[in-house]
């Protein structure tokens, strides 16, 4: 996209360079020598134009795609690991903490949270989990706790024993977002849930 004013002005100059070349080769013009001066001129004075407009236009179009760059959404989003435990005695449970944030000072909107575990080849979608295409204006932070194990037995998943018995367990983090009359979809992490700690850790 760099070169494309580059590429332009070679053409257009090569298309002048072919005009002034027929105007000074073709004599049934009936050009006098001041005339074919002066088209010579003209021909290199639009030359000139060409050019200068072609890297305006781009510098235009490239001003116009940073501004609408700035004014992107962005959101963060960290899965944080905690547990209950009724009394020193009792086993922990784990608990797992999702918090996302709109770091800018830009609106999303239609912002849809893509949730999804896959467990020993078994995937389950849990983006049920969060509201779908939400509006969350800048610099507005949210969170949602769910406890895993629990959350997979109502999707008929036994991760608990799975887990345990050595089973590969990854959440895919992924977000859509309406934004310049157009879908966006970003993947943002995974994570690997490690069973002695009972959390999720960067994968």
Same mark, same amino acid.
Request: glycine fraction near 4%; charge should be neutral.
């Given at each position: 996209?760099?070169?494309?004013?580059?590429?332009?002005?070679?053409?257009?100059? !090569?298309?002048?360079?072919?005009?002034?070349?027929?105007?000074?080769?073709?004599?049934? !013009?009936?050009?006098?020598?001041?005339?074919?001066?002066?088209?010579?001129?003209?021909?290199?004075?639009?030359?000139?134009?060409?050019?200068?407009?072609?890297?305006?236009?781009?510098?235009?179009?490239?001003?116009?795609?940073?501004?609408?760059?700035?004014?992107?959404? $962005?959101?963060?989003?960290?899965? !944080?690991?905690?547990?209950? $435990?009724?009394?020193?005695?009792?086993?922990?449970?784990?608990?797992?903490?999702?918090?996302?944030?709109?770091?800018?000072? =830009?609106?999303?909107?239609?912002?849809?949270?893509?949730?999804?575990?896959? !467990? =020993?080849?078994?995937?389950?979608?849990?983006?049920?989990?969060?509201?779908?295409?939400?509006?969350?204006?800048?610099?507005?932070?949210?969170?949602?706790?769910?406890?895993?194990?629990?959350?997979?037995?109502?999707?008929?998943?036994?991760?608990?024993?799975?887990?345990?018995?050595?089973?590969?367990?990854?959440?895919?983090?992924?977000?859509?977002?309406?934004? =310049?009359?157009?879908?966006?979809?970003?993947?943002? $992490?995974?994570?690997?849930?490690? =069973?002695?700690?009972?959390?999720? $850790?960067?994968?």
């Amino acid at each position: 996209m760099r070169r494309l004013p580059v590429i332009v002005s070679i053409i257009v100059t !090569l298309l002048v360079l072919a005009a002034a070349v027929l105007l000074a080769s073709h004599s049934y !013009l009936m050009l006098t020598d001041a005339q074919l001066v002066q088209s010579e001129i003209a021909l290199f004075g639009l030359l000139g134009a060409a050019v200068s407009a072609t890297f305006v236009v781009y510098e235009y179009l490239q001003t116009s795609r940073a501004f609408v760059e700035s004014q992107r959404p $962005q959101l963060l989003i960290q899965v !944080l690991n905690g547990y209950e $435990q009724a009394s020193p005695d009792a086993r922990r449970v784990p608990v797992s903490e999702f918090h996302y944030k709109n770091i800018t000072a =830009n609106r999303f909107i239609n912002l849809t949270l893509h949730i999804a575990l896959d !467990l =020993n080849g078994t995937s389950v979608d849990l983006s049920d989990l969060f509201p779908q295409g939400m509006v969350m204006v800048g610099l507005d932070a949210r969170q949602k706790t769910f406890k895993p194990f629990q959350l997979l037995a109502e999707h008929g998943i036994a991760m608990e024993a799975a887990v345990t018995a050595g089973k590969e367990s990854i959440l895919s983090i992924s977000y859509s977002y309406s934004y =310049n009359g157009r879908l966006e979809t970003l993947h943002v $992490q995974k994570y690997v849930w490690d =069973n002695a700690t009972l959390g999720w $850790q960067i994968a």
